[in-house]
């Protein structure tokens, strides 16, 4: 008798909208506090699903410019400057940086002075390599460059004439790495000097094709190099090829 006044007295405060009673507001407390987790649970998978598109689009975005950098070097190799062809790395070089000049006066064999228009800048231990008539020679920089000539580490063999063709040769190296915490990454290395490319991957590999089509047997044969890459991110599977200078 006694709980059924205490409801009767509470829908009578309800209907005069004086207030709750206690049962009633422990239930609507209990209610709200689902509906709450409920709400808080799909905030979570929304935002899990947004981490993972996120990272996937950052993925994509790091392998289609890791995959630029390396298709624009490997365009400004030649077979003869490949020196590393196999299926874990590449290594070829290539004047990166755009450093080249010419020679103002005739070089003859056993100078280390080449007198040219702009040197300047150019890093002591740079390998540069002057041409002239299709004959080319390689030698390194002793010293750091002057504006109007370099010193080289060695004489010149040859004769060069005035107007010959002077360029900074950078050593270049793409190969495969794996980091700590056991992810694969494509490595890209200048004079030395390394760098991730490209991280988080499941397999890379190259391979080299001649001008007509066969697989290269050796890298004075090489045409065209194909790079295949496999990442955790995006489809399976990249495929990208360049063709190297003739």
Not at 3 to 24: P, T
Not at 173 to 200: E, F, H, K, S
Not at 225 to 245: F, H, L, M
Request: charged share 20%; proline share 2%; hydrophobic share 40%.
């Amino acid at each position: 008798m006694k709980r059924s006044r205490d409801n009767s007295k509470c829908r009578n405060l309800l209907l005069n909208q004086r207030g709750l009673c206690l049962s009633e507001l422990l239930m609507a407390t209990a209610v709200g506090t689902v509906v709450l987790a409920g709400s808080l649970e799909a905030l979570n998978l929304v935002h899990a699903q947004a981490t993972l598109q996120q990272r996937a689009m950052a993925g994509q975005q790091d392998l289609r410019l890791g995959l630029e950098v390396w298709e624009q070097e490997v365009r400004m190799a030649s077979a003869a400057t490949i020196t590393t062809a196999v299926a874990d790395r590449l290594e070829f070089s290539a004047n990166i940086h755009a450093l080249e000049t010419t020679t103002t006066a005739t070089v003859t064999a056993g100078q280390t002075l080449v007198p040219v228009q702009d040197g300047g800048e150019w890093g002591q231990g740079k390998t540069v390599r002057i041409c002239s008539l299709g004959e080319c020679e390689s030698h390194r920089l002793a010293r750091t460059g002057q504006r109007l000539q370099l010193t080289l580490s060695e004489p010149v063999r040859g004769l060069f004439p005035a107007g010959a063709s002077v360029e900074v040769m950078n050593r270049v190296a793409y190969y495969t790495r794996t980091d700590t915490a056991g992810r694969l990454q494509l490595m890209r290395m200048i004079d030395g000097g390394a760098g991730v490319l490209i991280g988080d991957l499941r397999a890379v590999q190259w391979s080299y094709w001649d001008d007509r089509g066969r697989v290269a047997v050796n890298t004075s044969g090489v045409a065209r190099v194909v790079v295949t890459i496999e990442s955790r991110d995006v489809v399976p599977k990249v495929v990208r090829e360049a063709s190297v200078r003739s």
